[in-house]
């Protein structure tokens, strides 16, 4: 079963992602967090409990305290994380906002709403 991180400070994305994947039955540990200190706490933990890496991080662009962005900088920036799969996701569809997602280091950019199924298909 694949393991997937989500960070965005939109209670409504969170709870979204959360129902789609309840209500359609998707086999997927989803863990969704609300900041970015929370979601790389929780990371930590993961690996720390022996848990393999997540498949795939997606972090929301546009967060108050700490950008989406910064999170893939952070993990980009630890050995430990260097070659997890980090993705960004927002409602734009900028084409300045996806560059500067790649160019942070993510593996790709994702526009709102996500669309799980076609996510895990593509892991």
Same mark, same amino acid.
């Given at each position: 079963?694949?393991?997937? /991180? @989500?960070?965005?400070?939109? +209670?409504?994305?969170? /709870? @979204?992602?959360? @129902?789609?994947?309840?209500?359609?039955?998707?086999?997927?540990? =989803?863990?969704? /967090?609300?900041?970015?200190?929370?979601?790389?706490?929780?990371?930590? !933990?993961? %690996?720390?409990?022996?848990?393999?890496?997540?498949? $795939? %991080?997606?972090?929301? %662009?546009?967060?108050?305290?700490?950008?989406?962005?910064?999170?893939?900088? +952070?993990?980009? *920036?630890? *050995? !430990?994380?260097?070659?997890? +799969? =980090?993705?960004?996701?927002?409602?734009?569809?900028?084409?300045?906002? !996806?560059?500067?997602? =790649?160019?942070?280091?993510?593996?790709? @950019? =994702?526009?709102?709403?996500?669309?799980?199924?076609?996510?895990?298909?593509? $892991?």
């Amino acid at each position: 079963m694949p393991t997937l /991180f @989500y960070v965005d400070d939109s +209670r409504d994305d969170l /709870f @979204y992602l959360d @129902y789609i994947s309840r209500k359609r039955q998707i086999d997927v540990d =989803l863990f969704c /967090f609300s900041t970015v200190e929370t979601a790389f706490d929780a990371l930590e !933990r993961h %690996l720390a409990d022996g848990k393999s890496m997540p498949d $795939l %991080l997606i972090a929301d %662009l546009y967060m108050p305290l700490d950008s989406g962005i910064g999170l893939i900088n +952070r993990l980009r *920036g630890d *050995g !430990r994380f260097k070659m997890m +799969r =980090l993705a960004i996701c927002s409602g734009s569809d900028a084409d300045e906002d !996806r560059a500067r997602a =790649l160019e942070a280091g993510a593996d790709f @950019y =994702l526009e709102k709403p996500l669309d799980l199924v076609t996510i895990l298909l593509n $892991l």
